[in-house]
């Protein structure tokens, strides 16, 4: 069984899920964390823009394609990934949305709440966006996926930096045409 790569932040009202969520990963989902930023629960008080930085960038870089973010709530840690060049973070409490996120939006990054969901449904929630993946061959989620791609150059303004290491998901590996 191949090992898995992913990226796991937090702030530190988060910290104590994620140190939860990082032992399950390891040893029940075969995850190798590759990013963590936040060490200590005082290392995460108002990290969120680096450990925004440090996570999104790395995915950009190809050093992972996945990453879980844990705080109180999940949404201003989507909000600030969500400004980087092809991140698609998105926001959960629930499985459905969950999975929905990977599924429709090739999601990246999972965000979730340390004050909204407790421990074994978050592990619930973590599994429903990670053991289904999006389907390239689902046509309208594909072009779903390209109208967010031309969205984010063309009205954001945004362009693709020079460090991005690989298609971040808009298309199956191998297939981007550039």
Same mark, same amino acid.
């Given at each position: 069984?191949?090992?898995?790569?992913?990226?796991?932040?937090?702030?530190?009202?988060?910290?104590?899920?994620?140190?939860?969520?990082?032992?399950?990963?390891?040893?029940?989902?075969?995850y190798?964390?590759?990013?963590?930023?936040?060490?200590?629960?005082?290392?995460?008080?108002?990290?969120?823009?680096?450990?925004?930085?440090?996570? $999104?960038?790395?995915? =950009?870089?190809?050093?992972c394609? @996945?990453?879980l973010? &844990?705080?109180?709530? !999940?949404?201003?840690?989507?909000?600030?990934?969500?400004?980087?060049?092809?991140?698609?973070?998105?926001?959960?409490?629930? $499985?459905?949305?969950? =999975?929905?996120?990977?599924?429709? @939006?090739?999601?990246? &990054?999972?965000?979730? !709440?340390?004050?909204?969901?407790?421990?074994?449904?978050?592990?619930?929630?973590?599994?429903?966006?990670?053991?289904?993946?999006?389907?390239?061959?689902?046509?309208?989620?594909?072009?779903?996926?390209?109208?967010?791609?031309?969205?984010?150059?063309?009205?954001?303004?945004?362009?693709?930096?020079?460090?991005?290491?690989?298609?971040?998901?808009?298309?199956?590996?191998?297939?981007?045409?550039?």
């Amino acid at each position: 069984m191949s090992v898995n790569k992913i990226a796991l932040g937090c702030d530190n009202v988060g910290f104590d899920l994620k140190e939860q969520i990082k032992k399950y990963l390891i040893e029940e989902k075969n995850y190798e964390v590759v990013i963590d930023p936040v060490q200590k629960q005082e290392e995460g008080y108002l990290a969120g823009i680096r450990v925004a930085e440090e996570m $999104c960038v790395g995915i =950009q870089k190809d050093v992972c394609r @996945l990453g879980l973010y &844990i705080c109180g709530t !999940g949404l201003g840690f989507s909000t600030m990934a969500n400004k980087y060049w092809g991140i698609r973070a998105a926001h959960a409490s629930d $499985c459905y949305t969950a =999975q929905r996120a990977r599924q429709s @939006l090739n999601a990246q &990054i999972l965000c979730i !709440g340390s004050r909204v969901l407790p421990f074994e449904y978050a592990k619930m929630v973590i599994d429903a966006f990670l053991d289904k993946p999006f389907d390239f061959a689902r046509q309208s989620s594909v072009e779903n996926l390209q109208m967010f791609k031309e969205h984010e150059e063309k009205i954001l303004g945004r362009e693709k930096p020079d460090y991005v290491a690989w298609s971040m998901g808009y298309y199956e590996d191998g297939k981007e045409d550039e």
